[in-house]
């Protein structure tokens, strides 16, 4: 009797098993990774009130950021996805979206993504974000980089502060005009124009030029990526890049040594009467140096010989990634970053003082403060720098050293160009 | 009896493990992480220095073998011979200047004279410093606008003009600036060893020496240089591995540049392995530097084996 009880009790045991494991398993709280590299309070706050939003809304569902520098986020993504541990959703540098996507890293995302809302974005921002069949993620904020020019001494120089340099003709001649001893101890204390070189990031100052000549720096050709740096406009290009430090001297060559923050910092202080830098320095400037209000301005970049406007310039992006085993909880996640009014992009992209590619923010009044408006406007010329697979590698390993190389005068323009475009074609068999 | 046979033999069973077989056992779990942490690496490392390791396969986890075609494209990679150039440059400035200063600073922090204990151990703060924090220091110390160098020479009077941007306006220059840096960090090290070195010298020479006549000079040469020879190769030889494989100081004050001027092999191995992903040829990289480091270690056992 007793056996037959216990039978009959493990048998009704055995058969609600089932039932209350998947009731625990509907239980258990779905957690989101996402993977971001911003390091700014006021934005992290944003970000910080979406999920906490997000969860309120969905009770069963966590969300955790993992904040990655964005020196090793490439590399940090990298090794996520090699370990089969992907986050849910990951934000990328602008520039890395291409190479992902030829490794199948990311959801498509049309099935989630409502027409009005991808209306909602200037048709170029999706440039990197797409491969010939589908779109892998959206545009999150992102930069121009333009030019900055002290107006105080433009006049001293008897320039019009009115009208910053045009076109390659005019920058040279102001640059050439704010090139001074001001001190008569027979030293240029004052250049007229000063760029980034150092590290990584020559190559990001070296671009435009190349756009603005009309040489379009790597291209595909027959199923394959291909140089065209050594080409014509790309030598007059590179040979005016260079010139600016080797012949005209308007450009000192220990820019070799500074990155943007210390080009910023000869900018406040004087020693560079022009620069190129990014946006997000408009607010970097007006926080760390407001004894300079009124005495500076900004300007888009002068256009090439031939009249071609460029300026680098691309959103930072968003994507769900294959490996998510929670796509459509991701999406919602993500969707909601997009909404509110002001959008949360919006919010975001204003506590980092950057932009957004997104129609409705080309009109916000943020956008119409007259030192970032030359940088909203450069967003209809932008470009992403090249989007060939191995375009970072190529950037790293021989392109910058190479821009510095020549700026040092260690090599010479047309042989410097011969060698990036062998590199670049032996990276892309 | 039997029973006494057995006990008496199981004994000796217990005495022949315990002696020949228990002593492994407490070498066991070190062996297994020396094996984990160190042989696994340097075998796997190796293995794949034959393989194209690169991004595809590495989702898919799969090397393929390539023989010796690293090797062979290393060879014909004009970074690679740059990076290779420039290590050897660093290694020999470095390590020259670190065991010329450390000997100095050895030789007086062994006179007596009062504070000395506090000086010996002041000496130790670069040692102690991390090295990213040390490169964060000297990055500061070398800033063109604030750095303390150009303040401290103008100050001096011995600078002029535009202030010198140690780190980018040449490359000879970006070089001898992350050589001091790096004398700088190792300097510790070698004064503390030789100094250990300086104190084994019996007392007795000295006074003879001194008996005798001999100059500082000669007591040098005669007693210290011969005395601290061996102490000198051991400290030569690890500081010379340290130097060849130092990445992280090198990487955040310069990251390699300008224009190749501080370009080591470590960071061309990082560079190919975590931002290319071409983790066969990166590992080729470290082939490489092995190779040189076991070259380093042959001469010094030969050296060592001949003094003997």
Not at chain 1, 267 to 287: E, H, L, S, T, Y
Request: aromatic residues 12%.
């Amino acid at each position: 009797m007793r056996i037959r009880l216990s039978v009959v009790s493990a048998a009704i045991l055995l058969g609600l098993a089932p039932g209350v494991f998947q009731a625990a398993e509907e239980k258990k709280p779905i957690t989101l990774t996402f993977f971001h590299m911003n390091t700014v309070p006021g934005s992290q706050k944003v970000i910080t009130d979406a999920i906490a939003a997000f969860e309120e809304k969905h009770p069963g569902i966590r969300v955790r950021e993992t904040i990655v520098g964005w020196g090793d986020a490439h590399s940090q993504f990298m090794i996520s996805l090699v370990a089969k541990r992907a986050p849910d959703i990951v934000m990328l540098g602008g520039t890395w979206a291409t190479e992902f996507i030829r490794l199948k890293a990311f959801v498509p995302i049309e099935e989630f993504l409502p027409a009005e809302m991808k209306d909602k974005f200037l048709p170029n921002a999706f440039e990197a974000l797409r491969d010939e069949k589908h779109l892998y993620g959206l545009p999150w904020e992102g930069a121009t980089w333009g030019m900055f020019y002290r107006t105080n001494l433009f006049e001293q120089a008897g320039l019009d502060p009115e009208k910053p340099p045009g076109n390659w003709a005019e920058l040279l001649a102001a640059a050439k005009a704010l090139t001074r001893d001001t001190n008569g101890d027979g030293r240029i204390d004052q250049w007229g124009l000063g760029f980034p070189a150092k590290g990584w990031e020559p190559a990001d100052f070296w671009l435009p030029f190349m756009w603005q000549a009309g040489c379009r720096v790597v291209e595909m050709r027959e199923g394959k990526w291909r140089g065209v740096m050594s080409d014509e406009a790309g030598q007059t290009a590179t040979r005016f890049f260079v010139d600016l430090v080797r012949t005209h001297r308007v450009t000192p060559q220990s820019i070799t040594g500074m990155d943007w923050e210390a080009v910023k910092n000869g900018f406040v202080a004087g020693r560079f009467a022009m620069m190129f830098n990014g946006m997000w320095v408009v607010k970097v400037i007006r926080d760390s140096a407001p004894q300079l209000e009124g005495k500076w301005a900004t300007a888009p970049y002068p256009a090439g010989p031939t009249g071609i406007r460029a300026a680098l310039g691309y959103p930072n992006t968003l994507h769900i990634t294959e490996q998510s085993q929670h796509k459509k909880e991701a999406w919602q996640f993500m969707e909601l970053l997009y909404s509110g009014h002001p959008s949360r992009l919006d919010q975001y992209s204003i506590e980092v003082c950057s932009l957004n590619w997104t129609k409705n923010f080309i009109a916000l009044p943020y956008s119409k403060d007259p030192l970032r408006k030359p940088f909203v406007d450069s967003m209809t010329f932008a470009h992403y720098p090249p989007g060939a697979p191995k375009y970072e590698v190529f950037r790293k390993r021989i392109l910058n050293p190479g821009l510095q190389a020549m700026i040092l005068g260690q090599r010479q323009v047309k042989e410097s160009l011969e060698l990036f475009d062998r590199e670049f074609n032996a990276l892309h068999p | 009896m039997n029973q006494k046979q057995d006990k008496s033999g199981g004994e000796d069973r217990g005495f022949f493990l315990r002696k020949t077989l228990l002593p492994y056992g407490f070498i066991l779990p070190v062996l297994l992480v020396v094996l984990v942490v160190l042989v696994y690496p340097l075998v796997r490392g190796m293995y794949l220095s034959f393989t194209h390791y690169s991004l595809d396969p590495l989702l898919s986890q799969k090397p393929v073998w390539v023989g010796m075609m690293n090797y062979v494209n290393l060879m014909k990679d004009f970074v690679f011979r740059l990076s290779f150039k420039t290590t050897v440059l660093w290694t020999v400035i470095v390590v020259s200047g670190q065991y010329i200063i450390g000997l100095v600073l050895a030789l007086l922090l062994n006179a007596e004279f009062k504070g000395r204990g506090l000086f010996r151990s002041l000496i130790l703060i670069p040692w102690i410093v991390p090295s990213i924090a040390a490169a964060l220091a000297w990055i500061w110390i070398y800033d063109q606008d604030h750095g303390v160098l150009n303040v401290m020479l103008r100050q001096l009077g011995l600078l002029r003009g535009e202030n010198v941007a140690w780190l980018g306006s040449s490359t000879w220059l970006a070089l001898m600036a992350v050589c001091v840096a790096g004398i700088w960090k190792g300097v510790p090290f070698m004064t503390i060893v030789l100094l250990a070195g300086l104190q084994s010298i019996p007392v007795e020479l000295y006074e003879a020496s001194r008996i005798d006549g001999a100059r500082f000079r000669q007591v040098v040469r005669y007693i210290i240089i011969p005395h601290l020879k061996t102490i000198s190769a051991i400290t030569l030889l690890l500081s010379t591995i340290w130097t060849f494989n130092q990445f992280d100081m090198v990487y955040i004050m310069t990251k390699g540049g300008p224009a190749y001027a501080t370009h080591l092999l470590s960071i061309y191995t990082y560079l190919m392995a975590f931002d290319a992903n071409e983790m066969g040829y990166a590992a080729a990289i470290a082939g490489v530097l092995l190779v040189v480091m076991m070259v380093i270690m042959a001469f010094y056992f030969w050296v060592t084996r001949r003094e003997e």
